[in-house]
């Protein structure tokens, strides 16, 4: 089993759906917890960290549950340029010192 | 451009050969990290540098597989004896120091690998 698991896709979603990504990791002592988005080609770029509490950063929303492993993304209103692949990722231990654990990335393609 | 570099972006060799890669972090993060990317997955996890000192080796760093980062500035990941298993994108990734957190890495452009 993989130890962060995504399903790799593609969502096709017309412009201004909304479209929510889920992840689920393996090992319970994971710390911290972010979304990366990749561009085809590109190096991964930071979107967003994930918090138990939820947090909002404009249209893109991202949930933690700890009990059950889970985490989501969800993106509102979608536009053309949202189309990458979307890397869940996971961290143990504190203070960024250890490895980040990637899943296989959920590619995104919003069309007209 | 203050970001972390990477060279070459591109490396075309053949089966058997060395090759060597080098990474420019951000200057004043003390962390290095080094990942491998193969198509259709995500980035996986090779070694990472603490200043000089590498701190945690994956076990796909295979004996073929060697990293340095002797100043504690830019690092390089050396391949003997390539094999077309090793083609893949190679990231190098930097974080940490007294202005900046931990808590994001920032990722290079990468270098492509391709073993014929």
């Known amino acids: 089993r993989k130890e962060v698991e995504q399903d790799p896709g593609p969502f096709n979603v017309p412009e201004g759906a909304t479209v929510a990504f889920n992840c689920t990791y393996s090992n319970s002592a994971s710390q911290s917890f972010f979304w990366y988005r990749q561009d085809c080609r590109k190096e991964p770029k930071l979107l967003m960290s994930?918090?138990?509490s939820g947090n909002e950063d404009g249209r893109f929303t991202a949930q933690l549950n700890r009990a059950s492993q889970y985490i989501s993304l969800l993106i509102r209103d979608s536009k053309l340029s949202d189309s990458a692949t979307y890397l869940c990722?996971?961290?143990?231990?504190?203070?960024?010192?250890?490895?980040?654990?990637f899943g296989t990335g959920t590619q995104l393609k919003v069309e007209l | 451009d203050t970001g972390v570099s990477q060279n070459p972006r591109h490396k075309i060799t053949k089966r058997g050969q060395n090759v060597t890669f080098r990474c420019d972090p951000i200057?004043?993060?003390?962390?290095l990290y080094w990942y491998r990317q193969t198509l259709g997955q995500g980035p996986e996890f090779l070694t990472y540098f603490q200043n000089e000192a590498q701190l945690e080796k994956s076990r796909l760093l295979s004996d073929r597989f060697s990293a340095e980062r002797p100043k504690g500035s830019f690092s390089t990941l050396e391949i003997q004896r390539t094999e077309q298993g090793d083609s893949a994108m190679y990231l190098c990734?930097?974080?940490?120091?007294?202005?900046?957190?931990?808590?994001?890495?920032?990722f290079g452009p990468g270098t492509r690998l391709t073993v014929l």
């Open positions: 994930v918090y138990s």
């Open positions: 200057s004043e993060h003390n962390r």
């Open positions: 990722v996971v961290r143990d231990g504190m203070g960024g010192g250890n490895k980040l654990t």
């Open positions: 990734a930097s974080t940490g120091g007294t202005r900046s957190s931990y808590n994001e890495q920032f």
